[in-house]
């Protein structure tokens, strides 16, 4: 058996079987494999697909280059969440924190970010949390505070880690199955028992009708089911910004607010309170909805998501370690005001291009290797479809150093002011497990 084999093979739409894709991701380990040679399969691949049985022998092979996560017994309703990304998703810093006072406990290993959707350990890096933790610190921690984030280490899938940088680069990103495969290795990996996949759908999602959504996640609740796990599936609009903060530790402001009942931005409370309502009903913890609200409503009103938050940040050696951390940690130097030149209700016309313009303020990257000024974001006075009065602030913009005359007008450009008002989608689309 040679790469040239399966090469061959796949160019010719056949099938790759359990042993071939075993021989790939060995020989991609071990650098008996060329990087041409790689991306060629992944050509092959790219555009005449795998079936599930192939999708499934793939994710195998990637799960088995690395080790996989073995925890306590007495670890009890263990998840994972995921996002597959977004404008503005501050998700995980809030529904962690909040999830661990109802007697869930949160594994999860997140990237930074490449391109306009961000990252949260890039969110996590602007308040210094230390993210590349052990196996056993990532333990220690689990025990005590019932939830940690961690990035990617060596150990865990690393074939999924090469994979993904020849992808990146050699134009095979969009590839439903090769999608499931990076993503789910790394979840199964992780080693829970249940999965709650967070699928942003629309303009500023990497799937941007709900058709591929569902395919996807359809994929991976069959592969998740292979190895005996638990996975649910939400389909979440990102047509709309997920939060009136856009950027880095201005994201990690709104999700210290929301912990601590500072609700700005209905549409994110909307998505917390679901979500974390059918984690809580899916896990048996909570009969009812309502039940699960109340639970929800509680642990905010008495303090305990914030203090979770604040515990989180002592375990993983962060900088928002007090109450007076969490109330005046932002303050970046410079700031720009884009007013309203008359009245009338509020559109973004592309919710990607708000991301592609943190990228200008240099709370993105266009390449790896970008440095991120994380103080620099947005603030949006206004949210889709509000009112606004003219010669009243829609957004607010923050940076380390001064603002480029070139990215307010960009912004200037991608807002509408009609009379009116806009009718935005539900934030939840679908749900499936």
Known sequence: MTILDLIEKKKNNKKISEKEFDFFINGLLNNEIKDYQITAFLMTIYFNKLDFDETFYLTKAIINSGKIFSWPSSVENLIDKHSTGGIGDKVSLIILPLLSCLDVNVAKISGRGLGYTGGTIDKLDSINMKTDLTNLEATEILLKNHFFIMQQTKDIVPADKILYELRDTSGTINNISLIVASIMSKKIAL?????????????????????DAIEFGELCIAVGKKFNKNVLVHYTDMNKPLGRCLGNLIEVKEAVDFLQGKFECLYLKELIFEFSKDILLDLNICKTPDEAITKIENAINSKKAITAFLNWNK???????????????????????????????????????????????????????????????????????????????????????????????????????????????????????
């Open 315 to 433: 375990f993983q050696q962060g900088n928002l370690k007090t109450i007076q951390n969490l109330n005046n940690f932002y303050n970046p130097k410079f700031k720009k005001e884009i007013k309203s030149w008359k009245d009338g209700y509020v559109n973004f016309t592309s919710n990607k291009q708000l991301g592609l313009i943190l990228i200008d303020l240099k709370a993105g990257r266009k390449v790896k290797n970008d440095k991120l000024d994380f103080l620099s974001g947005l603030y949006l006075n206004k949210y889709s479809g509000e009112f606004v009065k003219k010669n009243e602030t829609i957004i607010t913009v923050y940076a380390s150093s001064e603002i480029d005359e070139q990215i307010l007008n960009k912004i200037k450009e991608n807002i509408e002011i009609s009379d009116k008002k806009i009718d935005l989608n539900k934030t939840i689309l679908k749900v499936s497990k």
């Open 191 to 211: 080693n829970t028992n249940h999965i709650y996949l967070d699928v942003k759908v629309g303009d500023g999602a990497f799937f941007s009708n709900l058709n």
